[in-house]
């Protein structure tokens, strides 16, 4: 499974970006799709997360602001992140798994990173 990732870039808080990331290979055997992201000494952390079914979770610090979707006519995932502020900069990395949905999910003492992963794109929100 091959991850490439776009849409990232300089924004001014308050506004808007939209993620993109373009699957490709053996998509068969994915059965959830998330968005990730790593702030400069900080850990990893999981913003959204989409099951094949639709089901998705997103994280207290972004809900209401980021939402995940995908298109599986295009094989592409989506992030829209809206009223984004400074402490959103961050490398956001798009991931994919095969594991149930809920085993990547950060609801419990114990989950999995998922198991494909992009090179990241770098969000930046300037104050």
């Known amino acids: 499974v091959q991850l490439v990732e776009s849409g990232g870039g300089l924004v001014q808080a308050g506004g808007s970006l939209r993620l993109s990331c373009a699957a490709s290979g053996m998509l068969f055997s994915i059965n959830a799709m998330g968005w990730y992201r790593q702030a400069p000494g900080k850990e990893r952390e999981l913003v959204a997360a989409i099951s094949g079914g639709g089901t998705t979770y997103t994280a207290d610090s972004v809900k209401g602001r980021f939402t995940i979707s995908r298109d599986n006519a295009k094989n592409t995932l989506y992030l829209q992140m809206n009223s984004l502020k400074p402490e959103d900069t961050a490398m956001y990395y798009c991931?994919?798994?095969?594991?149930?949905?809920?085993?990547?999910?950060?609801?419990?003492?114990?989950?999995?990173?998922?198991?494909?992963w992009g090179k990241g794109t770098l969000v930046t929100v300037s104050s």
């Open positions: 991931a994919a798994g095969s594991k149930s949905y809920s085993d990547y999910l950060p609801l419990g003492s114990y989950y999995y990173g998922m198991d494909y």
